[in-house]
């Protein structure tokens, strides 16, 4: 028998879960994984069109259903659009998962900036407003993928660090907003689970000497903790971070808090 999105036996039509910036990296172990779990999987991409149609051909050979939803979700309307796409051609939506983003410095040009704060942040209030009345029905759930730069700026990408922190912000929020509506909304903020291709092997030592666990860790890692937070029908508001404990390196300076999360 089928589980529904809150981990409990159902109907036997197997959930939903839309998956933004699903097709490599970490959002490409995130599909995999709740494929897994049972999940029928709307991989969403918007310019790694290759790698997201392989990766619906493996999915499907394991006998997953997964379709490939493409958007660019800094334009406006996108995120309905997708969101509607989704359930026209899955029937249905139990979980939304917020995986796309963007990472830029703060030395970036303005356009790049305004892109990030929208698809980081904007497109992720605008794609939970979608898909609520879908969740609402489906008592479905929301996961964002965060970051611990929500709690401890990066030097260089603050702005990036407070579209993140904003995330955090938006889930207590809309945790609270939904919950008496039967829908959950949790967050995922990983450390180092990817380095980017650019960084030496002196780069990525020095990283790792500040994760007390004294390694990096996996897309995989990100992908257990949704799965978790999508089987476990009764959390809700509440924010896993998967980083080896590096955010405990801030505990001499009293709790981690998140910076500034006004994106004004």
Known sequence: ????????????????????????????ALCLALGA???????HYNSSEREATELAEELTSTGAGAEVLASDLTRPGSAAKLVDEAIARLDRLDLLVNNAALFFDDQAGMNDL?????????????????????LVRSKGSVIT?????AYQALSKHKAYSRTKAALLDLTHRKALALAPLGVRVNAVCPGTVLFPEAYGESQ????????????????????QAVVYLARAGFVTGQVIAVDGGRI?????????????????
């Open 145 to 149: 993928i965060a970051d611990v730069a």
């Open 37 to 43: 779990d049972g999940y029928r999987v709307g991989i």
């Open 248 to 264: 405990l390196r801030a505990i001499d300076d009293g709790p981690p808090r998140p910076p500034d999360p006004n994106l004004n």
């Open 204 to 223: 990525r030592r020095r990283i790792v000497d500040q994760i007390p666990l004294g390694r990096a860790g996996a897309p995989e890692d990100v992908a």
């Open 114 to 134: 305004a892109r990030m704060k929208v698809l980081n942040f904007d497109a992720v209030v605008a794609l939970i407003d979608a898909a609520a009345p879908e």
């Open 1 to 28: 028998m089928m589980r529904n999105a809150n981990g409990v036996p159902g109907p036997e039509i197997a959930p939903v879960a839309l998956v933004t910036g699903g097709a490599a990296r970490v959002g490409r």
